[in-house]
Antibody, heavy 117, light 107 residues
Framework: EVQLVESGGDLVQPGGSLRLACAAS????????MHWVRQAPGKGLVWVSR????????NYADSVKGRFTISRDNAKNTLYLQMNSLRAEDTAVYYC??????????WGQGALVTVSS | DIQMTQSPSSVSASVGDRVTITCRAS??????LAWYQQKPGKAPKLLIY???TLQSGVPSRFSGSGSGTDFTLTISSLQPEDFATYYC?????????FGQGTKLEIK
């Protein structure tokens, strides 16, 4: 069974940093593109970033470029999102997602990041 | 960025009804479109990808169609578990973008 389990969500002050992790099981992480998608409270879905199977291709939404870094450790079956210079507007549930045919096939349960003083 | 516009934003329907949700892209996206269902407090669930391919395990009452800029999601006979919010998403070009969502409520 495919499982994605996010961790690392927390309350952080504006300007602070946080690292999310996504532990993958039930499949070989190294075979898949992976994404982060976020959802602010009561709002819609927003794509954040993607990384290809070996980490050689990475893309970001303009809203997080230069502040967030996506990475992966295939040996540990784990995806990461390092978030720096956090802003109030980054407050959201962050989902780790496995892609298939450019669709988001499997989603984690989400990690809540709250940016507030 | 490609803008995705769903209509309606909300709809009330009864069990057994046929419901259609539309999604329009601001530019052509071929068939690079997916549909998701989200229930409160839960992660989205993939229903349809490449416009009309049913994801494994999704009931056949769900169907998708369209290409270019206009797409539809149809639920042929609503079941109680179908009341949720539905999103379309384009995967033609970065940044991937979603529609604003359609909330399907019980009449």
């Amino acid at each position: 069974e495919v499982q994605l389990v996010e961790s690392g969500g927390d309350l952080v002050q504006p300007g602070g940093s946080l690292r999310l992790a996504c532990a993958a099981s039930g499949f070989t992480l190294s075979s898949y593109w992976m994404h982060w998608v976020r959802q602010a409270p009561g709002k819609g879905l927003v794509w954040v970033s993607r990384i290809n199977s070996d980490g050689s291709t990475i893309n970001y939404a303009d809203s997080v470029k230069g502040r967030f870094t996506i990475s992966r450790d295939n040996a540990k079956n784990t995806l990461y999102l390092q978030m720096n210079s956090l802003r109030a507007e980054d407050t959201a549930v962050y989902y780790c997602v496995r892609a298939r045919s450019a669709a988001f096939e499997y989603w984690g349960q989400g990690a809540l990041v709250t940016v507030s003083s | 960025d490609i803008q995705m516009t769903q209509s309606p934003s909300s709809v009330s329907a009864s069990v057994g009804d046929r419901v259609t949700i539309t999604c329009r892209a601001s530019q052509g996206i071929s068939t690079w479109l997916a549909w998701y269902q989200q229930k409160p407090g839960k992660a989205p669930k993939l229903l349809i990808y490449v416009a009309s391919t049913l994801q494994s395990g999704v009931p056949s009452r769900f169907s998708g169609s369209g290409s270019g800029t206009d797409f539809t999601l149809t639920i042929s006979s609503l079941q109680p578990e179908d009341f949720a919010t539905y999103y379309c998403q384009q995967a033609n070009s970065l940044p991937y973008t979603f529609g604003q969502g359609t909330k399907l409520e019980i009449k």
